[in-house]
């Protein structure tokens, strides 16, 4: 499967907890995207990364939230300290070097007990 | 701060019919559009964009129409089919050139 690929696809924390989001892109993206989608609402940009650097975080909530694109592994999503505001689904996306089209990942579901 | 707005939650539609949704927005700086699909527990799944510099686009069944005068853009699908049921995304790109901004989405339900 050469498309998005992202993991856990559910995930149960309970509140205080800390969540983990992995996505790889597709194969010779370099640019990764992550959303999400709170019940009943449009996807909301999050932050933009190429490999090792964080190009735009500013959809990012100021705390408890960080993400980061290794040279070497999966882009992680990370959300610490969880609260049942943070139950939704997350996604992630990716483009090459220059594309208009994002594509995305199947999407992680994050339930905060 | 909704820049892009689909104001149909819900479309409903005979299976052969036209379907056609609707989607406006509010930022001039917007040059690139894209429909994405999405089923109930899925990811979106890109269906076709346009370029500002264009009016129309077609792809198979699938006809997007841009009128920038109007900040209108809509997805014309036909024939509709059931399979087409699903959850439709209208996004665009703002001036940071990569962030997309997204409606609500419009449920549509094409019936035998």
């Known amino acids: 499967n050469a498309g998005v690929m992202q993991n856990p696809r559910h995930l149960v924390r309970r509140r205080g907890q800390e969540a983990r989001l992995r996505c790889s892109p597709m194969k010779g993206h370099s640019h990764v995207y992550w959303y999400r989608q709170l019940p009943e609402e449009g996807l909301k940009f999050m932050v933009y990364l190429q490999k090792e650097n964080i190009i735009d975080e500013s959809g990012m909530p100021k705390e408890r939230f960080s993400a980061e694109f290794p040279k070497e592994g999966p882009s992680i999503l990370r959300i610490q300290q969880v609260v049942r505001g943070d139950s939704a689904a997350y996604f992630c996306a990716s483009s090459p070097q220059g594309g208009n089209t994002i594509y995305f990942g199947e999407g992680s579901w994050l339930t905060v007990v | 701060d909704q820049q892009v707005k689909q104001n149909s939650p819900s479309l409903s539609v005979q299976e052969g019919r036209i379907s056609i949704l609707n989607c406006d927005y509010t930022n001039s700086m917007f040059d690139y559009f894209l429909w994405y699909k999405k089923y109930p527990a899925e990811g979106p799944t890109f269906l076709i964009s346009?370029?500002?510099?264009?009016d129309k686009n077609e792809d198979g069944r699938f006809t997007v129409f841009l009128n920038k005068s109007a900040k209108h853009l809509s997805l014309h699908i036909v024939p509709s089919q059931p399979g087409d049921s699903a959850v439709y995304f209208c996004a665009a790109r703002g001036d940071s050139g990569y962030a997309l901004n997204f409606g609500k989405g419009t449920s549509l339900l094409v019936t035998p």
């Open positions: 346009i370029s500002s510099i264009k």
